[in-house]
């Protein structure tokens, strides 16, 4: 994933995109970006790792020096931006969120001839970023560059520019898989992905971007360059797991919507009398917890917190590329408190379970810390299909997920052709499904969301919402 914020304003912006960057730190792991412009100066940029080291602190030196009435930043689970490009239309810096699935056919496709090359990274890949900025470059005007790029893109792709005048082009994908939000204050105006990011600097929302709208942004307001279509998918993955709690999507609030899902979870396992007797009810933190509330207050249920994530010296921003590691990790966050563990039947929602590495972690933790019964809920269906829109997971083959693995087990290459089956617990496949993983993973029980239930707690037009990583269809 990733995200973005930027500002353009008739006073200086340096602190407004630091701390506007900053708060899309959960959106990414990897890299992070600011390049700002002022009249006098032009553009000036920093690229830095965020691998081992949150936003704040490898930026703090730099914003000493930055200085200017524009700037965008961002933060990355992919390749380092944003970047500085010089074409024949003009000097501009760009930062991209998205997947491009087919990006080896449009390096060879599109510029295979003589005129073009790429800056390749250590691995090989062209900087994804970089092929975004090539692609518009093969138009006249930044709008139908924008426009054709993400035409040819097989996946999805979120753009943000900043040209040579001071003036910020936001384009939201042609999907809507991503928010862009525009917010506005007495200097001038703003962009992200996170409303509550700017409302938190002082800004106010003024509009939303539809599908593949583009706007042009300066210290004055906003124009449409590129109307928005009625060809909303976004990704209901904002709701469930990656959004944060004070955010708006579409006009629905991420807490609200986690504490609904919850409730319905809730209300359908009384109705199909499914729900066992538990001494607590409790989240999976963080984002599993919002949606424990609901379940508990449905349920009536007592809620509990048996474990709390130790997060200063182990932050999210630190999530190492090896599993092992990352599993070490994850683990050694986790800080039991025992009068709420010893002995007790818990019952624990997650915001989702995609790979069930650290899930199978945390499952054993809860049981050497002497839980009495562990049961599972997933405020989602079961995944079925890795996302090939936003890589809101780091699983980018279908095998490697958890539900996926289950149905090779249980019945091989056929029972691809059952899937549907087995997304549903009211099926009899459904039912095998979930007695495999709870054998697999040593729960009690295990229970999903349905994915009529996840599109109620979202509450907007259920063609609008993109449902490809249960279903499989765009």
């Known amino acids: 994933m990733g995200g973005f914020f930027g500002a353009v304003s008739r006073r200086d912006v340096v602190l407004d995109v630091f701390f506007g960057t900053d708060y899309h730190s959960h959106l990414g792991t990897r890299n992070a970006g600011m390049a700002i412009w002022s009249e006098e100066e032009g553009f000036d940029r920093q690229i830095h790792s965020i691998a081992n080291t949150p936003f704040r602190t490898r930026f703090e030196k730099d914003i000493a020096d930055f200085k200017g009435t524009s700037g965008i930043g961002c933060i990355s689970d992919s390749d380092p931006q944003p970047l500085l490009v010089r074409s024949h239309l003009g000097i501009y810096a760009i930062t991209t969120v998205g997947q491009i699935n087919n990006a080896e056919e449009l390096v060879e496709t599109y510029f295979s001839d003589h005129g073009h090359q790429f800056?390749?990274?250590?691995?090989?890949?062209?900087?994804?970023?970089?092929?975004?900025?090539?692609?518009i470059n093969e138009s006249e005007t930044l709008t139908d560059g924008i426009l054709n790029a993400q035409k040819l893109i097989d996946g999805s792709m979120t753009i943000l520019l900043m040209t040579s005048d001071g003036c910020i082009i936001a384009a939201r994908d042609r999907f809507g898989r991503l928010p862009v939000l525009v917010g506005a204050d007495r200097d001038g105006y703003c962009v992200a992905f996170e409303s509550f990011a700017y409302r938190k600097l002082g800004y106010h929302s003024v509009h939303e971007l539809g599908p593949q709208e583009i706007v042009r942004i300066t210290a004055e307001g906003f124009e449409t360059l590129s109307p928005a279509t009625d060809n909303m998918k976004i990704c209901a993955f904002l709701w469930t797991y990656y959004g944060y709690p004070n955010s708006n999507y579409e006009g629905v609030n991420v807490e609200l919507m986690r504490y609904r899902n919850g409730e319905i979870m809730a209300r359908n396992e009384k109705a199909a009398g499914t729900m066992p007797e538990v001494d607590y009810v409790a989240g999976v933190p963080?984002?599993?917890?919002?949606?424990?509330?609901?379940y508990a207050n449905e349920s009536r249920g007592r809620f509990a917190r048996p474990f709390v994530k130790y997060t200063p010296t182990w932050p999210r921003s630190f999530m190492p590329a090896n599993q092992d590691v990352r599993d070490q990790v994850a683990k050694m966050k986790q800080i039991p408190v025992p009068e709420l563990i010893e002995d007790k039947k818990l019952l624990f929602v997650d915001d989702s379970i995609v790979r069930g590495t650290q899930l199978q972690g945390t499952v054993d933790f809860l049981f050497e810390s002497g839980a009495a019964e562990v049961h599972m809920r997933s405020a989602c269906p079961p995944i079925m299909y890795a996302c090939k829109y936003l890589a809101f997971s780091r699983s980018n083959n279908d095998r490697d997920l958890l539900a996926r693995r289950m149905v090779q087990k249980l019945e091989g290459e056929a029972g691809l052709k059952h899937l549907d089956e087995y997304s549903d617990s009211k099926t009899e496949r459904g039912q095998c499904l979930l007695h495999a993983i709870c054998e697999e993973l040593g729960f009690d029980s295990l229970g999903y969301q349905s994915l009529d239930g996840l599109l109620e707690a979202i509450g907007i037009d259920r063609e609008k919402i993109c449902t490809y990583c249960w279903t499989g269809k765009e």
């Open 119 to 135: 800056m390749a990274m250590s691995s090989g890949r062209v900087n994804m970023t970089e092929l975004v900025a090539a692609l």
């Open 286 to 294: 963080d984002s599993g917890i919002p949606h424990a509330i609901g």
